[in-house]
């Protein structure tokens, strides 16, 4: 695997699955894997659980980790050519990711959408630039696009806690403050996909009209602006708030309550509720979810570890 | 132990220190008690001396350490339950230490006092739940109210240099330009005030009128507002500056020279003088002092190392 | 070796050459060199390629490594002797620096000159007392006036790509927009005449009118204010802007175009380009050299870690 950026980069999303679930079991089994190898985390925006939960996950596997926050550096970088460099920016990506790449065996990039130009943002160009430039594997810690680390982690909470062969998975819309990425319910979306190919799921979007995701991500997945009857025999529910694609990063007054809570559980099979944290607590999903029986956000945090436990696991085994 | 947090989740004072200084003695021998096991540090105020101390301990116990500076990444918590969070706080106390817990094996805490509301500062509301929530063992690296962690290495810096059985020991409040936080102080004395009760100090506080400190922590202690009768005989001063508790976190104007120098010196009984720093040179204690032969301050900021690894060691033990 | 500050550090700049080439090629052989040692790297000013190199080369020696970011904590230094503490200066290097001496085997220190103050930033005052009051081994990450680790590496890069014997190096002015410090100009200038002076190299400095380093960095030096003709059979060009030091920290309009071409490329011996980076495109110096085959950039920054091992080695064999 010499990168780690969406569902495309993986074949048999069964088989990553177990090979994660292995390392759950055993984690500090291949120590000796990252021996006098380097992983970088790049962070061009701040990061919580992915620096920790990908710190974490190297170091079970022997790795040495440098973390590089190059928001809280002022580094701004150049992405364009054929600019004379006379303003603000202090290095082209070019020189900036190929020194990133000798110094570090595998890199991690994390980098957020502008939500202001979408074809910038949707050609995922810095991202896709510095994978060119820096010549080792890199893990996308998140992009502007995707979080394919959250959303493999998503499905091995899914594929630890389901009790039927194939559940129904529910993405759910929420209200939010804030105008937030689409990188997180993308990227949700396009692994669903792909899991309901492999006959893993059974997959469902549910959001207010104008919040209508890329096509792109959701080929195959049953659509509705009905969150009732979206939820009705759902086994897991994913809540997430996320801004407009069509108009770009814009937030629209929703009248109906999209929040999650006991009352909408009721409609499911005793649903297990997901969310990728940080949630805002009865805003996006009712307290009594949260400190409920239902849900499952703490399991799924913790399984941050294994999926980017695997990923390293699997370009480590490429350098070798 | 599950806690390291007040001289209450200590029992023996001195089999505490003579554990610390066979550690001094032997830094690495217990290379292999932290191996596979994560200390994650949470900065919400900034640190210099408790956070290379402790990683320091941590590495020679051979435990991974990630460092998390909360303060730096503007990731808002908030604590209070029943809150809808429309606000600016990001993420509730309740996720944000679980899922620190979940990778991480001991975590330790450093957050300090509002100086502006006693009752929430007292409660230690936030060190509390932070306790309650992530299921892990924690380290205080400072509280509102309290400096454990400092206070026990003060005591290991008097054991070692004590030329008596039971040493007389003044807590010297000093002047300062900004209103700081009772922690130290605190802290400080209810250990001196068990030390004083387990026999291995006499325990004397200086202050002038108006910065009494809480009752809570100074049970035992010798109180008076008359420096120099307190330095008489004094074996060991230590010098720090804090705000009023009763007028909360408010400085008044002190007419006498409470600043600690050669000539207040002389009144004791050549006592070694003690600071946690950073000290604020010739305000809170003389250039001479500090650099002349009964400054122990760098030998204390030394030993912070080792009083972290102690807890650590035990914490460790808990946890196999 | 005690200090790594200046070339005057160094006897034999072969020998340090090849030592540093022998651990590129076998960067793990010592890994049991730091075992149990740790290295401090302190930065009052932001860094990236220092940092990560000399990180990468202490974890390659077996060393753990402590970050400090003093500029992002806002812990402003007290440097003067004398002054009473009663402003905005939280601790005195005097202790700052005996303390992290105290928790580290070796320290890096990296701080940025004024520009203001000519006197200050050349006596190289808080480099000399933080070497003077830490009482370990320190290694220059970049000081006012020298930066150390970038000239060896640039001597190392200098020696493995040279064709003939002596070649010919030319460090060339490059323009900029923002005032820069002279520290690798200056510190890359007493490198190339040391190695002069040991039959390394010929060594040539071009510059516009203005721009003379102080004469302290230039013995023996070839200087001419005739770029084209100092580019005459050059194996070598080093690009680089800096300010004036006459009119300390003053930029300078220049009317003739210094930025480094292919054009300008044609002059010399078919020279390999060095840029200590981050470098400015299309203003020091073209994209057609950078991204063509005559560019040695990348190569250089990843010798970076090299330097840093060849030196940390040297102080770690002092320490046993």
Known sequence: MKKFFSVADVDDLSILVKDALALKASPY?????????????????????????????????????????????????????GVVMNGTTVEHIREAAAVMGEYCDILGLRSFPSLKDKEADYTEDLFNKFVKFCAVPVVSLESATRHPLQSLTDLITISEHKNVEKPKVVLAWAPHVKALPQAVPNS???????????????????????????????????????????LQEADFVYVKNWSSFAEYGEVYPVAQNWMMDNEKLKLTNNAKVMHCLPVRRDLELSS????????????????????????LKRMLEKLK
């Open 188 to 230: 949700f979306s396009e692994w669903m996909c792909k899991a309901q190919e492999q006959g893993l799921v059974d997959f469902t979007i549910a959001h207010p009209m104008g919040y209508e995701l890329s096509e792109e991500f959701t080929k195959g997945a049953k659509i509705s602006d009905n969150l009732e009857e979206s």
């Open 29 to 81: 089994a291949l120590r000796d894997l990252g021996k006098n190898k380097t992983l970088g985390l790049v962070f061009l925006n701040p990061s919580l659980r992915t620096r920790l939960s990908t710190q974490k996950a190297a170091m079970n596997l022997g790795m040495d980790v440098m973390v590089i926050n190059m928001d809280k550096d002022g580094w701004a970088l150049e992405t364009q050519d």
């Open 288 to 311: 009594e979810i949260l400190d409920g029986p239902n849900s499952l956000v703490i399991k799924e945090a913790s399984n941050r570890v294994w999926a980017a436990q695997v990923v």
